[in-house]
C-alpha cells in the first residue's frame, strides 16, 4: 500500500536542438534549431495520460526566442513550475566567476519572467556543472532550490566516452568540457534530500535545499530514465527488472526518488535530425513510451508524485535538520 508521507518528484530539462549540437561540437548549433513545440505536444500527451505536473528546467535563451513565449504558455498550460536552466546551457558553469554565476541566473530568470512564468525558485546546472561559487549564488539570490547533485560514478567514465568519441572538438572545447556529468567525488554525496550551508551577509547560517537527481541506492549507477530507455535497447526485460529493482531499493532506504527526463526521452529521430548519436535515438517512440509508462507507474504506485519545488518544501526542514553540508568546506569541482 502506497505510504502517502513518502514523496517523490519529476523533472525535465528541456534542452533544446540547438544545445546538443552545441555540445557534440557541431557548427550548425549557432542557427538555434529548435524542436520546443513538438516536445510541448509530446509532453502534453504524457504528463496528462499519468496525471503529473512536473518541473520543466528552461534555458533562458530558449524562453527568449521566438518560440519562447508559447512553449512557456504551454508548460503553464499544463500546470509545470518552470524552473532555471542556465541562459546558454554551458555544461561549464563550475569555470565561471561568481559575478558571471550571478549574471547568468538572473538573465534566465529575467527571461523566464518576460516570457509569461514566475520568478523561478528552483535551478539545475547543465551537465550537473555544479561548484561552491554556483550555491552561494542561488542563495544570494533567493533560490528555494537546487537539483544539480547526480551521486554517481559513472560520470567521469561516460565523460572520458564523450571525449573520446568526439575528435573534432578543439583544445579549447575539450578544456572546456574536462568537467562534464560531474566529479568523481560526487559519488559521496547524498542521495535523498539534502541542504547546502553557507554564511550569510551577517555570518549566520543560510541553508538550501538540494534535491538530487536519484540513483540506484548503494550501487550508485544511474536511474534516471535516460538511462533506462539506452538499457531497453539492448533487453526490456533487464530495463523492466532494472526499474523494479531501484525504486524497491529506493523504499528500503528511505529515498525518495526524484526522476528526471529528458527531451530525447520523448521525441524520436524525426523529431530531433541530426542527434542519431544521442543513446536511445535508435529506438521508436512507443519503446520510449513503454518505458516511461513503466517507471511513472510503478513511482505512482509507492510515492506521492510532485513537482521539484514541492518535494523540496517536503523535505526541507528534515534535510536542515538532519543532512547538511557545509558548502565553503568543499573545493572547486
Same mark, same amino acid.
Given at each position: 500500500?502506497?505510504?502517502? =508521507?513518502?514523496?517523490? %518528484? #519529476?523533472?525535465?530539462?528541456?534542452?533544446?536542438?540547438w544545445s546538443y549540437k552545441r555540445t557534440h561540437g557541431d557548427a550548425d548549433w549557432v542557427d538555434r534549431p529548435s524542436y520546443l513545440m513538438a516536445l510541448a505536444g509530446?509532453?502534453?500527451?504524457?504528463?496528462?495520460?499519468? =496525471?503529473?505536473?512536473? %518541473? #520543466?528546467m528552461v534555458v533562458g535563451s530558449d524562453a527568449a526566442a521566438a518560440d519562447g513565449p508559447d512553449f512557456v504558455s504551454a508548460l503553464l498550460e499544463m500546470g509545470c513550475e518552470v524552473g532555471n536552466h542556465s541562459f546558454e546551457h554551458e555544461p561549464w558553469l563550475h569555470l565561471y566567476s561568481p559575478q558571471q554565476l550571478r549574471d547568468e541566473l538572473k538573465r534566465t530568470e529575467d527571461a523566464i519572467v518576460a516570457a509569461g512564468a514566475p520568478k523561478p525558485r528552483g535551478f539545475r546546472a547543465p551537465g550537473f556543472s555544479m561548484s561552491p561559487d554556483l550555491m552561494?549564488?542561488?542563495v544570494e539570490l533567493d533560490y528555494d532550490y537546487d537539483a544539480s547533485v547526480l551521486a554517481t560514478w559513472i560520470g567521469p567514465l561516460a565523460r572520458q566516452y564523450y571525449l573520446r568519441t568526439n575528435k573534432d572538438l578543439t583544445a579549447e572545447e575539450r578544456e572546456q568540457r574536462k568537467g562534464l556529468f560531474?566529479?568523481?567525488?560526487?559519488?559521496?554525496?547524498?542521495n535523498k534530500g539534502f541542504a547546502w550551508k553557507a554564511a550569510g551577509n551577517d555570518g549566520r547560517p543560510i541553508m538550501l535545499t538540494e534535491i538530487p537527481v536519484t540513483v540506484f541506492p548503494m550501487a550508485?549507477?544511474?536511474?534516471h530514465a535516460s538511462y533506462v530507455i539506452?538499457?531497453?535497447?539492448?533487453?526490456?526485460?533487464?530495463a523492466k527488472a532494472y526499474v523494479?529493482?531501484?525504486l524497491t531499493a529506493c523504499r528500503l532506504t528511505g529515498t525518495e526518488p526524484s526522476l528526471l527526463l529528458h527531451p530525447l526521452d520523448l521525441l524520436d529521430a524525426g523529431d530531433a535530425p541530426g542527434l542519431q548519436f544521442f543513446p536511445g535515438m535508435n529506438l521508436s517512440l512507443a519503446r520510449k513510451r513503454e518505458v516511461l509508462d513503466l517507471i511513472l507507474t510503478e513511482m505512482k504506485a509507492h510515492y506521492t508524485v510532485l513537482n521539484l519545488a514541492e518535494h523540496a518544501r517536503a523535505t526541507a526542514l528534515r534535510a536542515t535538520a538532519e543532512r547538511h553540508i557545509d558548502v565553503l568546506n568543499r573545493?572547486?569541482?
Amino acid at each position: 500500500m502506497k505510504n502517502r =508521507q513518502a514523496v517523490a %518528484s #519529476v523533472s525535465l530539462d528541456a534542452d533544446n536542438l540547438w544545445s546538443y549540437k552545441r555540445t557534440h561540437g557541431d557548427a550548425d548549433w549557432v542557427d538555434r534549431p529548435s524542436y520546443l513545440m513538438a516536445l510541448a505536444g509530446r509532453m502534453q500527451e504524457f504528463f496528462s495520460a499519468h =496525471q503529473i505536473k512536473p %518541473s #520543466v528546467m528552461v534555458v533562458g535563451s530558449d524562453a527568449a526566442a521566438a518560440d519562447g513565449p508559447d512553449f512557456v504558455s504551454a508548460l503553464l498550460e499544463m500546470g509545470c513550475e518552470v524552473g532555471n536552466h542556465s541562459f546558454e546551457h554551458e555544461p561549464w558553469l563550475h569555470l565561471y566567476s561568481p559575478q558571471q554565476l550571478r549574471d547568468e541566473l538572473k538573465r534566465t530568470e529575467d527571461a523566464i519572467v518576460a516570457a509569461g512564468a514566475p520568478k523561478p525558485r528552483g535551478f539545475r546546472a547543465p551537465g550537473f556543472s555544479m561548484s561552491p561559487d554556483l550555491m552561494r549564488a542561488l542563495v544570494e539570490l533567493d533560490y528555494d532550490y537546487d537539483a544539480s547533485v547526480l551521486a554517481t560514478w559513472i560520470g567521469p567514465l561516460a565523460r572520458q566516452y564523450y571525449l573520446r568519441t568526439n575528435k573534432d572538438l578543439t583544445a579549447e572545447e575539450r578544456e572546456q568540457r574536462k568537467g562534464l556529468f560531474g566529479a568523481l567525488s560526487d559519488v559521496a554525496l547524498p542521495n535523498k534530500g539534502f541542504a547546502w550551508k553557507a554564511a550569510g551577509n551577517d555570518g549566520r547560517p543560510i541553508m538550501l535545499t538540494e534535491i538530487p537527481v536519484t540513483v540506484f541506492p548503494m550501487a550508485r549507477v544511474p536511474m534516471h530514465a535516460s538511462y533506462v530507455i539506452y538499457l531497453s535497447g539492448y533487453s526490456m526485460p533487464v530495463a523492466k527488472a532494472y526499474v523494479k529493482a531501484s525504486l524497491t531499493a529506493c523504499r528500503l532506504t528511505g529515498t525518495e526518488p526524484s526522476l528526471l527526463l529528458h527531451p530525447l526521452d520523448l521525441l524520436d529521430a524525426g523529431d530531433a535530425p541530426g542527434l542519431q548519436f544521442f543513446p536511445g535515438m535508435n529506438l521508436s517512440l512507443a519503446r520510449k513510451r513503454e518505458v516511461l509508462d513503466l517507471i511513472l507507474t510503478e513511482m505512482k504506485a509507492h510515492y506521492t508524485v510532485l513537482n521539484l519545488a514541492e518535494h523540496a518544501r517536503a523535505t526541507a526542514l528534515r534535510a536542515t535538520a538532519e543532512r547538511h553540508i557545509d558548502v565553503l568546506n568543499r573545493g572547486r569541482e
